[in-house]
């Protein structure tokens, strides 16, 4: 039987980048689906666990040189406990629901064991520090902004400007082409860094995206200039290249922002499940972390209650608020079937 699972999957730039992810789980024995979502930072994954299982899924996430935290579930739940970790950690199950007096039973669901700790050894993950949330990401690409604005400017008063006007005397008897190397390298290297790991991660999954892109343009460039700095004589580029830079970081950071804000959304709403589930097992009402409800449980649900799994009704009839899924503030009536 096919299990669905979402993990977490962080470092990604852009669509091409969730798309040499997917590309790497399909090759996994068992992989029926992959949807890698980068604004998220997660991926869907349809697999037969008999063939494979959450571990090799992270393991080839890593092996793509990304950061996978584990399976994204709401912060809230609780742990299934030790005598059923076997069975969350197969992915969707089967479980019965009550409705108001109604029982649902039988439609599958999504079973998540808990986010698993991030791989710590990683030294780095898209440039940025292991481990890092899309807020985090976003303030280390605004401090990475603000570094090469800083020195971009001096660069690019400094820089002869095509003969337009006479550049300022170097500081500290330096020669104008050594400065100018010292500024743009500063401005260059350590801003870019996060493109220059995820442009070597996409060559080696054969994946061509914006990271490769940056580290053309941007890399040409800078080694061209410090060819005519020391080797050749030519035209140097450096404040074209650190200008170049500072707006695709300024870009990058508001997109990160946007990222950020778009995961705190989703994570919002999926901590709106509730943590505790009402089953009926051998006649008794026994409360239980979601994540602990099994395959053939009949739920209770009370009026007011929210619904913690899907699955089907079997007895009562009540009215459910869909409006978190369709956006419909009106009820929808729920009956058996």
């Known amino acids: 039987m096919n299990t669905t699972s979402v993990i977490d999957v962080s470092g990604l730039v852009s669509s091409l980048s969730a798309r040499g992810v997917e590309k790497k789980l399909r090759r996994l024995p068992g992989v029926a689906d992959v949807q890698v979502n980068y604004v998220a930072g997660s991926a869907t994954v349809v697999y037969d666990a008999a063939l494979t299982n959450l571990a090799a899924l992270q393991a080839q996430v890593e092996r793509c040189g990304y950061h996978c935290r584990g399976e994204s579930v709401p912060d809230h739940l609780c742990e299934p406990r030790e005598e059923h970790a076997m069975v969350h950690a197969q992915g969707a199950h089967k479980a019965g629901v009550v409705h108001g007096g109604a029982r649902l039973q039988g439609a599958e669901r999504d079973a998540h064991s808990g986010r698993t700790p991030g791989i710590d050894a990683m030294a780095h993950d898209m440039g940025h520090g292991a481990g890092m949330d899309a807020r985090d990401m976003a303030r280390d690409m605004r401090n990475r902004f603000w570094v090469c604005l800083l020195f971009t400017v001096p660069l690019f008063v400094y820089s002869p400007m095509g003969g337009l006007f006479a550049p300022p005397a170097p ?25 220059f790991v995820a442009a070597a991660r996409a060559l080696r999954n054969g994946v061509l995206n914006m990271a490769v892109l940056v580290v053309l343009s941007i890399g040409t460039g800078y080694l061209f200039s410090v060819g005519t700095t020391f080797l050749f004589e030519g035209a140097q580029f450096y404040e074209a290249v650190s200008v170049l830079l500072v707006f695709i970081l300024l870009g990058h950071w508001l997109e990160m922002r946007a990222r950020a804000g778009a995961s705190e959304a989703i ?13 009926l097992r051998n006649g008794a009402e026994i409360t239980v972390a979601t994540s602990a409800v099994l395959p053939g449980d009949v739920v209770l649900i009370r009026p007011g209650d929210k619904i913690p799994v899907d699955g089907e009704v079997l007895e009562g009839a009540s009215q459910v608020d869909e409006s978190m899924l369709t956006g419909e503030s009106m009820p929808v009536g729920k009956k058996p079937g």
């Open 171 to 195: 500081p500290f008897g330096l020669a104008l082409k050594d400065w100018l190397f010292g500024l743009a390298s500063a401005a260059v290297i350590y801003p870019a860094w996060p493109f």
């Open 267 to 279: 994570r919002a709403l999926m901590n709106l499940a509730p943590p505790k589930a009402t089953v």
